[in-house]
């Protein structure tokens, strides 16, 4: 979780934190990275982008990339799926780490096709950067989550909330939220650094 329930509790000025209110906490997160296309929490990543003629970018799927462990060209994968890859060399390639884009340098190419390039890293903040809250997008983020969790967790009190469904573990239930100006841009800074 990016608030941890000392955050939820000082922030709603609550004892402690009850079952609903971490019902609308997992939904109100869940919603703010499927709206912002980030996980936020660092996580490795194995994927095999689909790679178009002529591209010579690839986005990673979270950012800040921190490690990037594999880069390759997938050569052949035999009956038993192990892979013959051939990496990338450091100056082939440019890794914007803060943006998660790898880009081609002059001469490198990307082979176009399916699960031609094989990538392996590691995306997002960690732990004690989440905890510690000082870079901007974590600020933000907590901010957006503590401003829709607060008016979600009044509106479920007095039964007024307007819900449709969502997921979060074993419960599905999808909540609306109507976001204000101010919530508004900050989604637009999370998602949009990239371009």
């Given at each position: ?9 000082t ?10 209110l ?7 997160e869940?919603?703010?990275?499927a ?6 929490e ?9 790679i178009?003629?002529?591209q ?7 950012r800040p990339v921190?490690?990037?462990?594999v880069?390759?060209k997938?050569?052949s994968?035999?009956?038993e ?7 990338y060399?450091?100056g ?12 081609m340098?002059?001469g ?10 094989k ?13 510690a ?6 600020r ?7 401003t829709?969790?607060s008016r979600e967790y ?5 039964e ?24 508004k ?5 999370l ?5």
């Amino acid at each position: 979780m990016i608030l941890s329930e000392t955050e939820i509790k000082t922030y709603l000025s609550l004892a402690a934190v009850d079952t609903k209110l971490s019902e609308i906490a997992g939904s109100v997160e869940a919603w703010v990275k499927a709206e912002t296309c980030r996980n936020f929490e660092e996580k490795e990543y194995t994927i095999y982008p689909d790679i178009c003629p002529g591209q010579d970018e690839i986005i990673f799927p979270d950012r800040p990339v921190t490690e990037l462990s594999v880069f390759s060209k997938v050569l052949s994968r035999d009956s038993e799926g192990i892979e013959t890859l051939e990496a990338y060399n450091l100056g082939e390639y440019y890794l914007d780490g803060e943006v998660g884009i790898i880009s081609m340098l002059y001469g490198a190419w990307l082979p176009p096709g399916r699960h031609e390039v094989k990538l392996i890293g590691k995306a997002g903040f960690t732990a004690a950067e989440i905890t510690a809250g000082v870079l901007e997008d974590i600020r933000n983020v907590k901010y957006l989550i503590k401003t829709l969790l607060s008016r979600e967790y009044a509106l479920a009190k007095e039964e007024k909330r307007h819900v449709s469904s969502i997921s979060y573990g074993e419960e599905s239930t999808t909540y609306r939220f109507a976001l204000d100006s101010f919530q508004k841009s900050l989604i637009y800074k999370l998602q949009g650094k990239r371009f």
